[in-house]
């Protein structure tokens, strides 16, 4: 059984402070989207436990995936893997696997106290492992840890995109050199006519010119074929009559 | 009184189907920072009347003041306005400024039934003008309803940053080329020691040559200084024994 919503909670006070521009959600976004997943809700938080704690179990149990973008590196402000455990009610733990591939890696000197913090996820954990880099993101529950770091991050929510979504969702744009508010009242029977259909409008600068989308989206090609066809049959009707 | 808590509630299909990268909240983070006051939340949510009452009014509750962006157009999909009249619990009435102004602009034949759409905000609401467009965005009890559009949303954020934060917030990046668990202990205790500075370490690439950096904010100059120094002299120390 995949997952058909999801959601994605962004942990990083970096995001919030205007320092770095998100773009693990942005990412995948576009990937749930071509998976057939709905992306229902992002979040994003500061590196807060109880902040983690409440808006976590708030969004486990709304959707039925959770992933998580940040916070599982080795200094005191990587706190998700604690914060998630105690969200799930559950020891953190460490991983013997994790502690061999480091020791493994590092050699035993080399296994300081801020790589033994990486090697703990909450017990129960499946490890989400990726070529990038030694420490795994970890699966508990409905629940997808994933790191923070882009390059990371995208490597591994590709390891488990196979978990979501059953029919991919496809788009079409169409331009509009017409304000909204011209096409409005027909653009809404067309989003009435075509419920299974999201029809989306999306206006460039104002003006004398301006330059819009209207956007379709959804999972049936037949059926976004017809909606853009009524769309542009509708827009054809108000350019000549202008 | 100003507020020193902000949230940002994004609403739009459009950035969680990943057709759209988020670029508000991008902006508005940025600019609370400078003027002092702290973004605790994001939420990306839907165009979805029960999302945006259910979300608004955790975070209206949560936190001093709430930023929206997106859904106040003309057509079907945009429904923050009435929306959130319904999480206020108020009646969404047409504003007699608006209908002027926008009948001035368009003629008594343009006021059309999407302009008509855009001239409705929750009763109780404060215009909020701005050069770019004819539609103000509003404001009702401590949350603000802006434009999706940037451009327009930055020149509405621009207009009512005055009332946030009383004393900015200031950024020291340091930038360190060695790997985080090496430094994570001591960085930890240089945190301890500088409550009032925020802490943040921010890996680059994996491997050999790691290029990451650590990031100290607070709202006083000196404190950033001295954390900057304790920063420098343990990295130091750490590369030296190397």
């Known amino acids: 059984m995949k997952y058909q919503t999801a959601a994605m909670l962004v942990i990083g006070n970096e995001v919030l402070s205007g320092r770095t521009r998100e773009a693990n959600a942005y990412y995948a976004a576009g990937k749930l989207f071509e998976a057939g997943c709905k992306l229902a809700e992002v979040a994003i938080i500061p590196d807060d436990r109880e902040a983690i704690i409440s808006t976590l179990n708030r969004l486990r149990a709304e959707f039925d995936a959770v992933i998580t973008s940040g916070g599982i590196g080795p200094t005191h402000d990587d706190i998700t893997?604690?914060?998630?455990?105690?969200?799930?009610?559950?020891?953190?733990?460490?991983?013997?696997?994790?502690?061999?591939?480091?020791?493994?890696?590092?050699?035993?000197?080399?296994?300081?106290?801020g790589r033994r913090r990486m090697s703990r996820v909450p017990e129960g954990s499946r490890l989400i492992r990726c070529e990038k880099t030694i420490a795994p993101g970890a699966h508990i529950g409905n629940v997808f840890i994933l790191a923070g770091v882009p390059?990371?991050?995208?490597?591994?929510?590709?390891?488990?995109?196979?978990?979501?979504?059953?029919?991919?969702?496809?788009?079409?744009?169409?331009?509009?050199?017409?304000?909204?508010?011209?096409f409005a009242k027909q653009l809404t029977d067309i989003q009435e006519q075509f419920a299974d259909?999201?029809?989306?409008?999306?206006?460039?600068?104002?003006?004398?010119?301006?330059?819009?989308?209207?956007c379709l989206s959804?999972?049936?090609?037949?059926?976004?074929?017809?909606?853009?066809?009524?769309?542009?049959?509708?827009?054809?009707?108000i350019s000549t009559s202008q």
Chains 1, 2 share one sequence.
Do not use: W
């Open 151 to 182: 390059y990371i991050f995208e490597s591994q929510i590709d390891s488990i995109l196979h978990r979501f979504g059953d029919k991919p969702y496809q788009r079409i744009e169409i331009e509009v050199e017409l304000p909204e508010s011209l």
């Open 218 to 237: 959804g999972q049936d090609a037949e059926r976004l074929q017809q909606a853009r066809n009524s769309v542009e049959q509708m827009l054809e009707k």
């Open 81 to 113: 893997m604690e914060s998630i455990a105690a969200a799930f009610g559950v020891e953190l733990i460490e991983h013997s696997y994790i502690v061999q591939a480091m020791t493994e890696h590092f050699g035993v000197e080399g296994l300081n106290e």
């Open 197 to 214: 259909v999201e029809v989306g409008s999306y206006p460039g600068r104002c003006g004398p010119n301006p330059c819009g989308k209207i």
